[in-house]
DNA sequence: GTAATAACTTTCATAATGCAAGTAAAAATC
DNA sequence: GATTTTTACTTGCATTATGAAAGTTATTAC
């Protein structure tokens, strides 16, 4: 695992391995669209090429934000899933989305406005409630 | 103008903005290092090429993301400010912080801990400490 | 007047991204 | 059992972004 992290800072740092327009993009239709295949994140509004998606899969895996695994009688289709630490960049996600629904009134369609709602007035309880939803996806 | 947004995703669309390796770094001094100056910024820790400062500097202002002005009777260094759009950005980097702090161990040493201490235990009280601090630089 | 400073710009090499097409194994269909 | 389709990639190549270093211009300090 080669990390090149260009300070002890750890803003800097997570910026070294997420700080780029595609990864968050792939946690988000894990977290939000319940996205696990390859085929699934490849078909994201937001038309990721197949080589930045694989590359992208492969470093979020090393990296441990995600896992690679398989279904029982499925020898074919890869089943990628959230780590802890993965699940932990929910709170960020979700600032950057509250951000936008502020100050990007221009460019946003009320579209998406309700996803912004659903924890505008209470962030900590969506948190929470996410993140049981994360266990039982896995139970 | 190049077309600038992916999709009408508010997490997407924030990417296309300020996903990338340098710009909330700027944004990051600005708000905890007090920086205001192209040299101040040009000597932080990681070290950005000055021509991807410039760039920055310039995309940033063009974002309404900072301002850019000059003091009285200095024609040479300009001072470059948050505006409101970029001071939201803050509970966006606290977030990132507070992510790296639970999960890069490995890579962090002791001197990151007591930046994320600071807010740990009472992240909205922080948030709002900064943004009166932010209101009296500005005076 | 000369030197130093601040804020860039330019040049060029390297790396990352984007697009289109191709491949291989597994699964589904006939 | 053979053929088609699906899934998950890889490859090649053009374009764009980044990084390192040196150069430029205006302003300020000495």
Request: proline share 2%; with cysteine.
């Amino acid at each position: 695992m080669k990390q090149k992290f260009r300070s002890n800072c750890p803003i800097s740092s997570a910026l070294d391995l997420i700080g780029d327009k595609w990864s968050l993009l792939i946690i988000r239709d894990m977290m939000f669209s319940g996205k696990k295949t390859y085929s699934e994140f490849s078909n994201s509004n937001e038309k990721i090429a197949t080589n930045i998606l694989s590359n992208r899969l492969t470093m979020l895996e090393e990296l441990e934000i995600i896992n690679k695994g398989k279904l029982e009688g499925n020898k074919k289709t890869n089943i990628y899933s959230l780590t802890q630490k993965g699940k932990e960049l929910l709170p960020i996600i979700l600032e950057i989305a509250q951000w936008s629904d502020n100050n990007l009134n221009d460019h946003l369609q009320d579209g998406a406005k309700p996803f912004v709602n659903k924890f505008k007035s209470n962030k900590e309880g969506f948190i929470q409630n996410m993140y049981a939803r994360f266990e039982k996806q896995e139970g």
